[in-house]
């Protein structure tokens, strides 16, 4: 018993630490920087975002323990939706350290986007990821036009917004 409340406290700590922050080598990206390039395993096949340019990109850190991911999905799936005709891509890319935990996730709330699997947590590192959830809106071109961290409804509005403005300015 006391062993597996010492493997919860574990689990927690870490999950709390990695809500907090990444440390080491990460670096916030700057608005306008070039987004780096990732190539991952995905739901659906392999997900490298330098084969998604000319889209307009929202990739979103998440993980299966964050509640705001959680909220986020339904979001995501419906921005998706409506704007996938104008060139909308979405990418979520799970950093649970065993993909079983993110598949059982999905089962629950389903994507209707791209999902990428992330197990060692490289790309949040070369993003700068400080939290969970964390996204990206990368411009067709492959620059950064704005980073969020966090996630809840009354911001949705204005994620949709920058979307929106993205999508009119790069027409």
């Known amino acids: ?88 891509k979405i990418i979520g890319v799970n950093l649970d350290g065993k993909t079983e935990d993110a598949k059982q996730f999905l089962a629950q709330n389903p994507a209707r986007f791209t999902v990428a699997f992330d197990p060692k947590g490289v790309t949040p590192k070369s993003y700068g990821v400080k939290g969970m959830p964390t996204s990206f809106l990368i411009g067709k071109d492959g620059t950064i036009i704005s980073q969020h961290l966090g996630f809840n409804a009354a911001e949705s509005e204005k994620l949709e917004k920058e979307i929106k403005a993205a999508l009119e300015a790069n027409k």
């Open 1 to 88: 018993m006391a062993r597996l409340q010492c493997k919860k406290f574990r689990t927690l700590l870490l999950a709390s630490l990695f809500c907090i922050g990444f440390s080491g080598t990460s670096y916030a990206l700057e608005t306008g920087a070039k987004a780096p390039d990732f190539e991952l395993p995905g739901a659906q096949g392999t997900v490298t975002l330098s084969k998604t340019s000319g889209s307009l990109l929202y990739v979103d850190f998440w993980a299966s323990w964050c509640g705001p991911c959680k909220q986020s999905f339904p979001w995501m799936n419906a921005m998706q939706e409506k704007y996938k005709a104008q060139g909308l």
